[in-house]
């Protein structure tokens, strides 16, 4: 069976542009998280979905950040403009709704020179 | 708030040694405990968890029991292998809006050795 699907694996940009992530849940999952990995920070949540809808982006580091969800099997994470700070790590992770365990994708290692 | 709180790493051992990494949690009520595996280039998966007081969780070799009065999650594994060479995730949920939305630790790497 496949897994989350995280597109692309690395992504190295210049400072100011824009970039997306995207990601694919599980078929079947109706939750939907996306986390930031850092030395500095570990491990962040920074915005969830349950049936395709935001239900907390508290952990959005700010305004330059966006995600959507305009179906269950497809999301993204937005950065525009992106800053050399925003270097990570960004996983995306999807759940059925009501259980424990999250599954997560391999990653999207992000470069902002 | 909650929080998790591991060791820090990295824990370099050679093979067939005794593994303990040690997590302990602050918590308002009973949360569900975990511990995630996260193998080089990967994302993390879920290698056992516990869900009340006293359960052992168990996978592949590795053990964690939840301790209520220490508040704690100690993971052990009793003669490791080089292909454990990981990091290690402590992690606590609790539901919140139809989910569970984990509280994660700062992560544990483990260098095992041949």
């Known amino acids: 069976d496949a897994g989350v699907i995280q597109s692309p694996r690395h992504e190295v940009t210049e400072m100011g542009q824009e970039v997306t992530l995207r990601c694919k849940p599980i078929?079947?999952?109706?939750?939907l998280f996306w986390y930031r990995q850092t030395m500095m920070r570990g491990l962040e949540l920074l915005i969830y979905f349950n049936n395709n809808v935001p239900i907390d982006d508290s952990g959005m580091p700010e305004d330059r950040f966006s995600a959507k969800m305009p179906n269950a099997s497809f999301s993204t994470l937005k950065i525009q403009p992106s800053e050399p700070r925003d270097s990570a790590v960004y996983f995306c992770?999807?759940?059925?709704?009501?259980?424990?365990?999250?599954?997560f994708g391999p990653g999207t290692r992000l470069l902002v020179l | 708030g909650n929080s998790v709180t591991q060791m820090e790493g990295p824990v370099t051992l050679s093979e067939e040694a005794f593994l303990t990494i040690n997590c302990t949690y602050t918590a308002t009520g009973y949360p569900s405990l975990f511990w995630y595996v996260q193998y080089p280039g990967e994302g993390l998966q879920l290698l056992l968890k516990?869900?009340?007081?006293?359960d052992k969780g168990s996978n592949k070799g590795f053990e964690a029991t939840y301790r209520k009065e220490t508040t704690s999650f100690h993971l052990e594994k009793g003669s490791v292998q080089v292909s454990d060479s990981a990091v290690y995730f402590c992690a606590l949920s609790f539901p919140s809006g139809g989910s569970y939305i984990p509280t994660f630790g700062r992560g544990t790497s483990l260098i095992v050795h041949p």
């Open positions: 516990a869900t009340k007081a006293d």
């Open positions: 992770a999807s759940s059925i709704s009501g259980t424990e365990t999250q599954y």
């Open positions: 078929s079947g999952h109706n939750s």
